[in-house]
């Protein structure tokens, strides 16, 4: 797969960090296939650095309702 520079930083489950690096975002997309999720720190980081939205798709609310606990 072809990757492209994103236009805005990607947060990954695997460091919780956010990069623009494609070749960062490969490596990390693999790493996520066994490495544990973070998403507490994936959320916190995101609202530390100006995250006020959180839109999420697919069927459920469970992923609303984490980020409603964890930055209220």
């Known amino acids: 797969t072809k990757f492209s520079t994103p236009v805005c930083p990607v947060y990954q489950n695997v460091n919780a960090l956010p990069s623009t690096d494609t070749a960062v975002i490969k490596k990390n997309l693999i790493d996520q296939l066994t490495a544990?999720?973070?998403?507490?720190?994936?959320?916190?980081?995101?609202?530390?650095?100006?995250?006020?939205?959180?839109?999420?798709?697919?069927?459920?609310?469970?992923?609303?309702?984490?980020?409603?606990?964890?930055?209220?």
């Open 36 to 72: 544990p999720v973070r998403w507490t720190q994936l959320t916190q980081n995101m609202v530390k650095d100006g995250a006020t939205n959180f839109i999420e798709c697919g069927p459920g609310k469970v992923l609303q309702r984490l980020v409603k606990k964890i930055a209220p």
